[in-house]
């Protein structure tokens, strides 16, 4: 008896192996990169105005760039609100109606013919709706979706603005160069609202909502009830953490940032090359590369982020684009050469590789009020920008050359790699938990 039992035992088939599934954490990401490259077109606009408008409605470059600097500043501004409210209506219900507001703003700008109506359509409104696209959407999603690989995915939704970029920037200055700029603002409009139906079938707001833990979590963790009170909460996160230095610290840095990027190559560098006779779909090819590289930048930063001190990657980065910055003037020519492509390299890197570890530092220091701490961190980071794309604009008019905006800029980096290295560690409980 006992001999046929083991004898059943050993011809019983194996229990087939069962599949392991891609959590739903990796889907959500994906949904959310898609999002953000359909969003990016409208970051993609603003250099290559810039002369068209100058020459159709004789506006200065200093007027122009005043309206670029509203729309820089408000998609900061706007942004730890926006995380604010995703708390309290859920990521889908605001990523949804930013997105249309952009595609009003864009779509407006088409009629306009005084230079306050540029200021109110791509200044105003389209500056509110990309503040709430802003990378406070990223770390929101990043922070409720995953407990691990963090800085990788934050590191991937960052580098997805630099995708649509890649993508938009030859179509969109194709489109300028073959027809008019107004039909690029159409494009813009279309894009934005391409996007909305994914975001409101595919988006999904916490683990919660389709009964999973987050990614790398141990534990099931519930859905937090609505936070109300949005803007109470965002300027309440504010208070609080500006009475620490590391907050002051990771603000003067990221306002640098985003002066010698969205403010000034972003801006500037179309029109500067075209001063020197570069071709303007050659200068816009140029800005595509950029785009590139700071993909693979911007996810090997992520990648860093999680297994190295992220200070000592903030100040490297910092250092790196300062240097790089004091060679672009005697690099513009009229056509594109190999030190000129190099710099696109080098400087494509460093785009945004510094969002991962400053998300990083956010986290260490500022726990679950993280994503609103970065939220206002990221409007210092655009209130450098408008700055540097209005005075940018200025320092053309009056010195003829943007030389003065390079080196200056350059300057500033420095100060930024050495403002990185002096935040101090966050050894509590914060820390801790996170």
Wanted: hydrophobic residues 55%.
């Amino acid at each position: 008896m006992t001999q046929t039992t083991d004898a059943a035992a050993v011809e019983q088939p194996p229990k087939p192996r069962r599949r392991r599934r891609v959590h739903r954490a990796w889907f959500v990401a994906a949904v959310t990169f898609v999002t953000i490259i359909g969003a990016a077109a409208f970051r993609s606009v603003p250099g290559l105005l810039i002369d068209p408008l100058h020459d159709e409605f004789d506006w200065s470059r200093g007027t122009i760039g005043a309206a670029v600097s509203v729309n820089l500043a408000l998609y900061g501004l706007t942004a730890p609100f926006a995380a604010a409210l995703m708390d309290r209506f859920g990521i889908r219900r605001v990523v949804a109606v930013a997105l249309t507001v952009i595609a009003l703003g864009s779509l407006l700008t088409v009629w306009m013919t005084a230079a306050w109506q540029l200021i109110l359509c791509w200044g105003l409104l389209v500056g509110l709706g990309s503040g709430s696209m802003a990378l406070a959407f990223a770390a929101t999603v990043t922070n409720r979706w995953f407990t691990e690989r963090r800085g990788l995915v934050s590191g991937i939704l960052t580098a997805a603005s630099a995708s649509g970029q890649l993508i938009f920037l030859p179509l969109l200055s194709w489109i300028i160069d073959r027809y008019e700029w107004r039909l690029a603002a159409v494009t813009v409009a279309l894009a934005a609202l391409a996007v909305v139906p994914f975001v409101w079938l595919l988006l999904h707001d916490h683990p919660a909502d389709v009964g999973q833990t987050p990614y790398g979590a141990a534990e099931f963790v519930p859905k937090p009830a609505p936070v109300p009170g949005a803007a109470r909460r965002a300027l309440k996160v504010l208070f609080s953490a500006a009475r620490t230095g590391p907050f002051w610290l990771l603000a003067g840095t990221f306002a640098i940032c985003g002066a010698s990027t969205n403010g000034l190559i972003q801006t500037h560098f179309i029109p500067a090359a075209h001063d020197h006779h570069m071709p303007v779909t050659a200068a816009a090819s140029l800005l595509a590369v950029i785009g590139v590289f700071d993909v693979v930048g911007t996810i090997a930063s992520g990648w860093f982020t999680d297994r190295f001190e992220p200070r000592r990657l903030l100040a490297v980065y910092y250092a790196l684009r300062g240097v790089s910055l004091m060679f672009l003037p005697i690099l513009l020519a009229p056509s594109v050469h190999p030190p000129m492509i190099f710099f696109i390299v080098f400087y494509g890197l460093d785009w945004v590789a510094t969002v991962p570890p400053t998300l990083a530092l956010c986290r260490e220091q500022y726990g679950e009020d993280s994503a609103i701490v970065f939220g206002w961190v990221l409007a210092s980071h655009q209130v450098g920008a408008a700055l540097v794309a209005f005075l940018g604009g200025v320092a053309r008019d009056v010195f003829g050359s943007y030389d003065v905006v390079w080196y200056a800029s350059g300057a500033l980096c420095a100060a930024a790699a050495l403002m990185a290295l002096v935040i101090r560690r966050r050894t509590g409980s914060v820390a801790a938990a996170v």
